[in-house]
C-alpha cells in the first residue's frame, strides 16, 4: 500500500487518499522504515494542501532522522518547497547544498531524479536559471529507458522562464505540455499551460488565452491542487479584462480572493489586484480603485523584496560554502608549510623564519575577512528576521520562534499562552489621517506593549494592523491580566498633539495551552476565534478560550 501510495500520489488523487485512510486505520502491524514512508505521505499530503503548518515537522523529522537516505532525500526535497514559500530561504539553500551532495549516494534512480526536479525549481524561484537549468538537464541521465521527459522538460521551462521574459511560441511550451499529457501527469501540464494562458493574455491574444483557460479547466478543477485552482481563476479575471469584459473579470478576480481568506497565496495575487483596481478605476469608484491599487503595489514590492531575498540567501550559503571550503585548503596549507618549515630548520634557520612570518600574515589577513563576513551573514540574518517599520518579529520568524518555545513548554510540563492582538477601526485611521498617521499608531502600540511584556515574550507583526503574542511559563489568568494592562494602556494613549482626538484601542484574543494543547496551528485557531468573538462583542476587549473549547 505505501509503495502503490507514493506511485500514484500525483495521478490519482482519490486512490491515494483512500491508501492513507487505510494506512493510519488502528491495528495495522509496520516496521520502523514503513512508519517513516507513512509519515512522509503524511507531510506530502500537507505540502500538496497547503497545510504547511503540519506538513514541516513530519518531513523535517524525517529528512534529518531517518535511516534511509533515499527515504531522507524525498523528505529534504519536498521540504525545500515549503522552507522557499515560508520565507526561509538561508536554510532551504543549505538543504539544498546537502541534497545535492548526496545525489550519487542514492541508490533509487527515480529518488535521484525527484531531488534534481526540486533543486531546479529552487533555483528558478531565487532566479538562478543557469544551475536550475543545469539540474533539469541532469534529470535526464537519471532518468529510466522509455521514461517521459515531461518532468525535465517543465524544470528547464521553469528555468527558462526565471527571468519572466519568455515568450508564449517558445518550443519549451508545447513540448513540456505534450509530453506530460502523454505520461498521464495532468498536474504538471496545467503547470504549463497556466503560465501559457497568463503570458498569451499578457502579449495581446487574450481570446487565445481564455480558449486554452476553458479547456483546462475541468481538468485543474478535478485535481484540487489549490495554487494551481487560483492561479486558474486569477488568470481567466487577467484574461476577461484585456478581452475587454470588465465585469465577468471582476467576478473571477474576486471569487480567487474568495478561495484564500488567509493570505496564503498573496504571491500570486499580482494580476487579482491589478484587475480589480483597473475595472474600479474605469468605473470611475476612485476610493475602491485606490484601495486595490495599494494592495496591488504592495504586493508587487513584497514579490521583488522576495526575489532580491531569495538571491541573497542564495549567494549567503554560497559564501559560506566557499567559506568553508577555505578553512580546510587554509588548514592544509598550514600542514604543508609546518612540514617544509622542519626540512628548512636544517639547512637555513633565518629563512625559515620569514617563511613563518609570511604564513602568519596569510592566516590573519583571512581570520580577519572571515570575522568580516560572519558578521556581515548575522546583519544580514537580523535584517530578514525583523519587521521594517516596528522592529519586532515578522510573520516568519515570530512562527518559528514561538513553535521552539511551544517544544521547550511541553517538554518541561510547562504553560503557555497565545494571544492575537488585533487594532480595533484601523482603516478608519488609515482613510481619515493617512497612512502615515497609521503607520505611527502601529509604531507607538507595539513600543506601549514592550514595556508590558518580559523579556522571555515572543512578539511578532503577523501582518497590517493584527500582532502576535507567545507568553511562556503564563497561566491563562495570568495572561489575560497582562492583555487587560495593554488594553487599558492603550486607552490612555495620545499619539501626538496634532490629534488629540485620535483614540486607539484593540481587541485581544488568546488561548492556553491548558486547554488546547502545543501545537502552534492549534493555538492560533482559538486565539483567532477568541479574538473574532472579541469583534463580535464589541471590541476594544479580551476574550479567552474558555474550558473544553
Known amino acids: 500500500m505505501l509503495k502503490q501510495a507514493y506511485a500514484i500520489r500525483t495521478r490519482d488523487r482519490g486512490r491515494f487518499l483512500q491508501l492513507l485512510d487505510r494506512l493510519h486505520r488502528p491495528g495495522l502491524v509496520m516496521t520502523p522504515e514503513d512508519r517513516w514512508r507513512l509519515r512522509y505521505l503524511d507531510g506530502w499530503e500537507g505540502s500538496f494542501t497547503g497545510d504547511y503548518a503540519s506538513a514541516e515537522p513530519l518531513l523535517r523529522d524525517v529528512a534529518d532522522h531517518a535511516s534511509d537516505i533515499d527515504l531522507r532525500s524525498l523528505a529534504a526535497g519536498t521540504l525545500l518547497n515549503i522552507l522557499a514559500i515560508s520565507h526561509h530561504y538561508l536554510e532551504a539553500f543549505e538543504r539544498a547544498d546537502r541534497l545535492a551532495a548526496d545525489i550519487p549516494r542514492i541508490r533509487d534512480r527515480k529518488v535521484a531524479y525527484m531531488a534534481l526536479s526540486q533543486l531546479s525549481q529552487l533555483m528558478a524561484s531565487a532566479g538562478q536559471s543557469g544551475p536550475a537549468a543545469t539540474y533539469a538537464r541532469q534529470m535526464v541521465q537519471y532518468a529510466e529507458p522509455g521514461q517521459s521527459m515531461c518532468r525535465p522538460y517543465v524544470y528547464l ?12 511560441t517558445d518550443p519549451i511550451f508545447r513540448q513540456a505540455i505534450d509530453a506530460c499529457t502523454a505520461a498521464g501527469e495532468p498536474m504538471f501540464a496545467d503547470t504549463v499551460e497556466l503560465d501559457l494562458a497568463r503570458r498569451l493574455a499578457e502579449t495581446g491574444d487574450a481570446r487565445a488565452a481564455l480558449a486554452l483557460l476553458k479547456r483546462i479547466a475541468p481538468t485543474v478543477n478535478a485535481q484540487g491542487f489549490q495554487a494551481h485552482v487560483y492561479v486558474l481563476r486569477s488568470t481567466y479575471g487577467y ?21 484564500d481568506p488567509k493570505g496564503n497565496f498573496e504571491g500570486l495575487s499580482e494580476n487579482v489586484y491589478k484587475v480589480l483596481y483597473e475595472v474600479a478605476h474605469q468605473a470611475g469608484n476612485d476610493r475602491t480603485a485606490l484601495d486595490y491599487y495599494r494592495r496591488y503595489r504592495d504586493v508587487k514590492a513584497r514579490s521583488v523584496s522576495d526575489t532580491q531575498a531569495m538571491a541573497l540567501a542564495y549567494h549567503t550559503a554560497q559564501q559560506q560554502l566557499s567559506a568553508h571550503r577555505l578553512q580546510v585548503e587554509s588548514l592544509s596549507r598550514k600542514n604543508g608549510m609546518l612540514e617544509l618549515q622542519q626540512a628548512l630548520d636544517r639547512k637555513q634557520i633565518q629563512a625559515s623564519r620569514l617563511q613563518l612570518l609570511l604564513l602568519v600574515s596569510v592566516l590573519v589577513s583571512v581570520g580577519i575577512w572571515l570575522v568580516r563576513t560572519k558578521r556581515s551573514q548575522q546583519r544580514f540574518r537580523k535584517l530578514a528576521r525583523r519587521d521594517g517599520l516596528t522592529g519586532i518579529l515578522n510573520h516568519p520568524h515570530f512562527i ?13 510540563s510547562r504553560s503557555a499562552c497565545l494571544a492575537l492582538i488585533d487594532l480595533d477601526h484601523f482603516k478608519q485611521i488609515n482613510d481619515s489621517y493617512g497612512h502615515a498617521t497609521g503607520d505611527a499608531a502601529i509604531v507607538r502600540t507595539v513600543a506601549l506593549c514592550r514595556d508590558h511584556l518580559r523579556s522571555i515574550d515572543i512578539f511578532g507583526r503577523l501582518g497590517g494592523e493584527e500582532f502576535g503574542l507567545l507568553l511562556p511559563d503564563c497561566t491563562l489568568d495570568e495572561g489575560v491580566a497582562i492583555l487587560n494592562r495593554i488594553r487599558l494602556a492603550l486607552a490612555d494613549l495620545t499619539l501626538d498633539e496634532r490629534h488629540p482626538d485620535l483614540a486607539i484601542s484593540a481587541s485581544f484574543g488568546i488561548a492556553s495551552t491548558a486547554t488546547c494543547g502545543y501545537r502552534l496551528a492549534e493555538l492560533m485557531a482559538r486565539a483567532d476565534a477568541a479574538l473574532y468573538q472579541a469583534k463580535r462583542a464589541g471590541r476594544n476587549r479580551v476574550e479567552s478560550v474558555a474550558e473544553g473549547g
Open 400 to 412: 518559528s520562534e514561538s513553535e521552539a518555545a511551544l517544544r521547550y513548554a511541553e517538554k518541561s
Open 239 to 259: 484574461a476577461y479584462w484585456k478581452n475587454g469584459d470588465a465585469a465577468v473579470a471582476r467576478r473571477w478576480a474576486q471569487s480567487a480572493l474568495a478561495m
Open 157 to 168: 521551462f521553469g528555468a527558462k522562464v526565471a527571468d519572466d521574459t519568455l515568450p508564449p
